[in-house]
């Protein structure tokens, strides 16, 4: 069993900057790949970036140029958001594989991104 516990959220205007963390009960290398998702009211939770256990990131069209997402040597990943928009406003989700059967998510911190 992996627990994530999400922090970094809140309220921010437009053009404003946030960073999500994210922090596993073991070893963010562990995992095969790790990832933050977002679901807006209404809609699906789609992917916003990517990272696999080597390294190689990938990103959501709409995010890219804008944000980050990295790690540390432990066990904590995070988001970071530049320019933000009205539009990536949305609860954030972490997310690790394990393996192919194995997955886990956070319990979701809400973005808020208003004027």
């Known amino acids: 069993q992996v627990q994530l516990v999400e922090s970094g959220g809140g309220s921010v205007q437009p053009g404003g900057s946030l960073r999500l963390s994210c922090v596993a009960s073991?070893?963010?290398?562990?995992?095969?790949?790790v990832a933050w998702y977002r679901q807006a009211p209404g809609q699906e939770r789609d992917l916003v970036a990517g990272?696999?256990?080597?390294?190689?990131t990938r990103y959501a069209d709409s995010v890219k140029g804008r944000f980050a997402i990295s790690r540390d040597v432990r066990n904590t990943m995070y988001l970071q958001m530049n320019d933000l928009k009205v539009e990536d406003t949305a609860v954030y989700y972490c997310?690790?594989?394990?393996?192919?059967?194995?997955?886990?998510w956070g319990q979701g911190i809400q973005v808020t991104v208003s004027s």
């Open positions: 997310n690790v594989i394990v393996n192919d059967a194995v997955k886990y």
């Open positions: 990272m696999t256990a080597g390294g190689t």
């Open positions: 073991r070893s963010i290398f562990s995992f095969k790949y």
